[in-house]
Structures are given as C-alpha cells and as structure tokens.
C-alpha cells in the first residue's frame, strides 16, 4: 500500500514563510514526476509546482521567486518552501505523485491547511 504523508501546514501572518514536506512510503520502485497542488474555497484544483525526478522544476507564475519545490530521492520526499506569504496562497495543499509498484499509478496526499492572515 502507498501512501502520501504531508506536514507542515498551519497559519502564518502575510510576509512570513511555510516548509510543507510529503513523504511516500510503502512499497515503491520508483518516483517520477512530483507536486504540489492547492485549493482555495469555492475554487478549482491548480498545480503550483512541479519537479521531475532529474529535478527539472516548474512553477505557476503567481508563486514564482517566492515558493521552491525540492525532493529528496533518497526519502522518497518533496518539499515546498513558501516564503513571502500572502492572503491569496491560504488554501489545502495537496502533494501528488506517479510512483512505480508494479505499475505505475498517480497518488494524492489527504491535504494540509495553509492559511495566511492579512
């Protein structure tokens, strides 16, 4: 069984910074392409940022300069860094990732809370 495991949401004020981390765990052969996903209230689903397992990245232009996706293969873990917050990045976060048991499939992490005060 494989699973996908965030931390590290909560609530910061405008300006300040988040460290979200996703670690897989169960039996895994390989780790492709991972990401992290948010949705606000009322909004759809948006990758805001993405890393291949060479470490090729790609950001959405509202979170460019400010956040950075990074992965440890050896952890089978991605991390987002957030800095420079603002009110307009408060949403669920969601990590996602094609991982390789004997197939290759998509998983989803369960979300975590990040929420920026003005």
């Known amino acids: 069984q494989v699973q996908l495991v965030e931390s590290g949401g909560g609530l910061v004020q405008a300006g300040g910074s988040l460290r979200l981390s996703c670690a897989a765990s169960?039996?895994?052969?390989?780790?492709?392409?991972m990401g992290w996903y948010r949705q606000a209230p009322g909004k759809q689903r948006e990758l805001v940022a993405a890393?291949?397992?060479?470490?090729?990245?790609n950001y959405i232009d509202s979170v460019k300069v400010r956040f950075t996706i990074s992965r440890d293969n050896a952890k089978n873990t991605v991390y987002l860094q957030m800095n420079s917050l603002k009110p307009e990045d408060t949403a669920v976060y969601y990590c996602?990732?094609?991982?390789?048991?004997?197939?290759?499939?998509?998983?989803w992490g369960q979300g975590t809370q990040v929420t920026v005060s003005s």
């Open positions: 996602n990732a094609d991982i390789t048991h004997y197939l290759t499939r998509n998983y």
């Open positions: 890393i291949t397992s060479g470490g090729s990245t």
């Open positions: 169960g039996s895994i052969f390989s780790i492709g392409r």
